[in-house]
C-alpha cells in the first residue's frame, strides 16, 4: 500500500517501508558508543545482537532486510491495528520484541482486557488489542514509564533518557 493510503477502517495504512523509514530517521549511523549497552550499531543494527556481522560496513538495504525479517515479520507489526504499527515497531527495535510485547500486554490490560503477560503476540494478545482500543499516546506513555523505570533500575542508562523519551513521542 501507498503511505497515505486509507484501510477499510479509514485509518492510514503504515506498511513496512513506512515504519523503517521513520526508525531510520532515529537510528542514524555508525555509532560505538562504550556506554551503550548493544555496543556498536549502525542504523540501529547492533554488534551484539549481530555479532557476525560487518556492523561498520553495513549497508542501509540490508539493515532494512533485517529491520523486514527479524523485527517487523517476527513481532507480527503487519498484525496490529494501522495507528499502532510504527509505535510497537520501534519499541521492538529499541528495546527488542520481548519487552515490547509485554509493554502492550501491560497496556491491554490496564485497558480492563485480561491479557496474560508472557512477551509472546500470539491470538490472544491481537484479540485483546482489538477489544481494547488502544490509543496511540497510552502504548507512548507505557513506552516513557519503562524507560523511566529502566534508568531507575539502572542509573547509568540515564543519559540516554532524554533521547529516548523523545523517540517516544514522536513516533
Same mark, same amino acid.
Given at each position: 500500500?501507498?503511505?497515505?493510503?486509507?484501510?477499510?477502517?479509514?485509518?492510514?495504512?503504515?506498511?513496512?517501508?513506512?515504519?523503517?523509514?521513520?526508525?531510520?530517521?532515529?537510528?542514524?549511523?555508525?555509532?560505538?558508543?562504550?556506554?551503550?549497552?548493544?555496543?556498536?550499531?549502525?542504523?540501529?543494527?547492533?554488534?551484539?545482537?549481530?555479532?557476525?556481522?560487518?556492523?561498520?560496513?553495513?549497508?542501509?538495504?540490508?539493515?532494512?532486510?533485517?529491520?523486514?525479517?527479524?523485527?517487523?515479520?517476527?513481532?507480527?507489526?503487519?498484525?496490529?491495528?494501522?495507528?499502532?504499527?510504527?509505535?510497537?515497531?520501534?519499541?521492538?527495535?529499541?528495546?527488542?520484541?520481548?519487552?515490547?510485547?509485554? $509493554?502492550?500486554?501491560?497496556?491491554?490490560?490496564?485497558?480492563?482486557?485480561?491479557?496474560? $503477560?508472557?512477551?509472546?503476540?500470539?491470538?490472544?494478545?491481537?484479540?485483546?488489542?482489538?477489544?481494547?482500543?488502544?490509543?496511540?499516546?497510552?502504548?507512548?506513555?507505557?513506552?516513557?514509564?519503562?524507560?523511566?523505570?529502566?534508568?531507575?533500575?539502572?542509573?547509568?542508562?540515564?543519559?540516554?533518557?532524554?533521547?529516548?523519551?523523545?523517540?517516544? $513521542?514522536?513516533?
Amino acid at each position: 500500500m501507498e503511505r497515505n493510503q486509507k484501510s477499510s477502517t479509514g485509518e492510514e495504512e503504515i506498511d513496512f517501508r513506512t515504519a523503517v523509514g521513520q526508525v531510520l530517521k532515529h537510528e542514524g549511523g555508525y555509532v560505538h558508543d562504550k556506554h551503550d549497552p548493544g555496543g556498536e550499531t549502525k542504523f540501529g543494527i547492533s554488534r551484539r545482537a549481530y555479532p557476525d556481522l560487518d556492523i561498520k560496513n553495513l549497508s542501509v538495504t540490508t539493515a532494512c532486510d533485517i529491520y523486514e525479517r527479524d523485527y517487523w515479520n517476527k513481532a507480527k507489526c503487519d498484525k496490529l491495528p494501522p495507528k499502532l504499527r510504527l509505535i510497537y515497531f520501534d519499541m521492538v527495535v529499541n528495546m527488542g520484541k520481548k519487552r515490547a510485547v509485554k $509493554i502492550l500486554q501491560t497496556a491491554i490490560n490496564n485497558k480492563g482486557v485480561p491479557t496474560t $503477560i508472557d512477551g509472546g503476540i500470539g491470538p490472544q494478545t491481537l484479540r485483546n488489542l482489538r477489544k481494547s482500543k488502544l490509543e496511540p499516546d497510552r502504548l507512548r506513555a507505557y513506552r516513557v514509564k519503562y524507560y523511566g523505570d529502566l534508568c531507575g533500575r539502572k542509573p547509568s542508562l540515564e543519559r540516554y533518557y532524554y533521547g529516548w523519551y523523545t523517540r517516544a $513521542i514522536a513516533t
